[in-house]
């Protein structure tokens, strides 16, 4: 699929000074972001950084304590995937995998009560993408970790027609594995938000990063993102001084108006995700933003 | 021996005994299997000891037992879903809270109004003459309903089953799909309390399928298997209870208990099996 569309349609996904809470704490906060049909959306950050809150909550899982999710009216919840973290309440289910993969095709119709010859032909069909086909009739609890996952994978493939929201998708996955996991998600045709911790692979693959430190850090383009240099704190357990959180606030959190503004003239085909930078280089809190997003300075 | 079982049959009380503990267990065995697996089964325990509140109170206001028994369940159904879904208060303790609530309640109406009598030993252990004619046909219209609404949800229901968060954020609306199961569970127990007894009746809802997971892997088969198990259970719990005049409720969980132990001895012999094998 061709990942660098124009983005001039609406956003799937637009979020408003969103901000999740557990227990009357920020588990992230000030996120002001767009989703566009066929981005690729990676978030990255830290253990404890608010990634997978934040895809709990485009899930619909958990409600915003402020702010506000946009959900464009032609992304209804039946058109999303969702491939959450494995739950220890599975460990011992007894399930087939193909029970569990043709769950997912469950709200593809309207009401009916079993799952149409076309159902099972796209469960076989995911399952033998993923190479799993011959566990296909195996218990799912009699797996290792990382068949399960691909289990869940085309579980959430099943029920995907236009977004796919994925949660450390390479979790329990084998080196080889992963470079089949990645192969695929270059070729879907769905727009794909997904947690990683494999910072490297994200920036060859996704069109857009969202970095998260229970705030927004960064969210832009890829070529934005290397531009401005906050992945290479995160980047490394490798980096000479380590990773450390007060490298970040010594650091300013986002970079000059002007030199985004730089980058934004090398690349005309995102122009309408710079903007979104601007805005929240400007701190959409205090700055003057219509409804739409757009600029007002 | 095939004489005395004919002769159980022409007993109109042990007619209706069979007729709505049939039922009865076999739409707790399908219920069962999804609330032990999402992890509710303790929530069959809590309503049957509200329950035994409930009748205790409409004895001691000489009220029909079922027209005070059923409201109240349902209600402390429906609370207790809340309470467990809550991630504040932590369900298994909200659930032994009003379990053991309602029971000191029900005791304390009892021993102030009638006093221990025979009447509250059958609603802790059960009576099969306990049951009437019309509890029959409210059974035979609970198990229909339960078995349809089962058949057309069966995909549903596993799938909420399985994994909640993900119905859920793949629209499906998982909300009243878990209120039904919580009315219907509520309704069985107040059914079944009579026979069975509010100690005992829970072990209708939770052995079935506890004992079909032993050996079997799939959702389909354990549903299946878990309805075959109960009806087997309860017809050989009926006819030894008969035989050697031991009490109904009882002896159905003992012959419970005596399946689950056949089916982990089988786990055990298959592990086995497969383990020398793999050697």
Known sequence: ?297 | MLESLISILSYPFIQRALIVGLLVSAAAALLGVSLVLKRFAMIGDGLSHVGFGSLAIATALNATPLAVALPVVMLAAIALLRLSSASKIKGDAAIALISTGALAIGVTVVSATSGMNIDVTNYLFGSILAVSQSDVILSIVLAVVVLTLFVLFYNRIFAITFDENFARATGSRTGWLNTLIALLTALIIVLGMRLMGALLISSLIIFPALTAMRVLKTFRSVTICSICIAIICFISGIVVSYLLSLPTGSTIVLCNIAAFAIFWLVRLLLNQQSFKRSR
């Open chain 1, 1 to 297: 699929m061709n990942r660098h569309s124009n983005n001039i349609n609406t956003a799937l996904i637009k979020l408003h000074n969103v901000a999740f809470s557990y227990a009357g704490r920020h588990a992230a906060c000030d996120l002001n972001f767009s989703v566009y049909d066929g981005d690729y959306l990676a978030i990255v950050g830290g253990n404890g950084s608010g990634k997978s809150t934040l895809i709990k909550g485009l899930a619909g899982l958990l409600a915003p304590s402020t702010g506000e999710i946009e959900i464009c009216n032609s992304l209804r919840r039946k058109d999303i995937g969702y491939l959450p973290q494995q739950s220890a309440a599975q460990a011992d289910f007894p399930a087939s995998v193909m029970e569990v993969v043709l769950s997912g095709c469950l709200n593809n119709g309207g009401f009916r009560p079993f799952y149409s010859s076309l159902d099972k032909h796209k469960a076989n069909n995911w399952l033998l993408q993923l190479g799993i086909s011959h566990l296909s009739k195996k218990s799912f609890r009699e797996l290792s970790g990382g068949q399960q996952q691909r289990v869940l994978l085309a579980r959430a493939l099943c029920s995907a027609s236009k977004l796919i929201l994925m949660d450390e998708p390479i979790a329990g996955l084998d080196p080889h594995a992963q470079a089949e996991f990645y192969h695929l998600c270059a070729t879907l045709p769905l727009t794909i938000v997904m947690v990683s911790h494999d910072l490297t692979s994200a920036l060859s693959q996704a069109t857009h990063i969202l970095h998260l430190d229970t705030h927004q850090l960064f969210f832009g383009t890829v070529l934005e993102y290397q531009a401005s240099g906050i992945g290479d704190g995160f980047m490394g357990c490798t980096h000479p001084h380590g990773h450390d959180a007060s490298e970040h606030k010594n650091k300013p959190k986002y970079q000059s108006k002007g030199e985004v503004e730089s980058i934004s003239k090398n690349i005309t085909k995102s122009i309408t995700k710079c903007s979104q930078s601007k805005i929240m280089i400007e701190d959409i809190s205090k700055s003057g933003i219509s409804k739409n997003g757009e600029h007002n300075a």
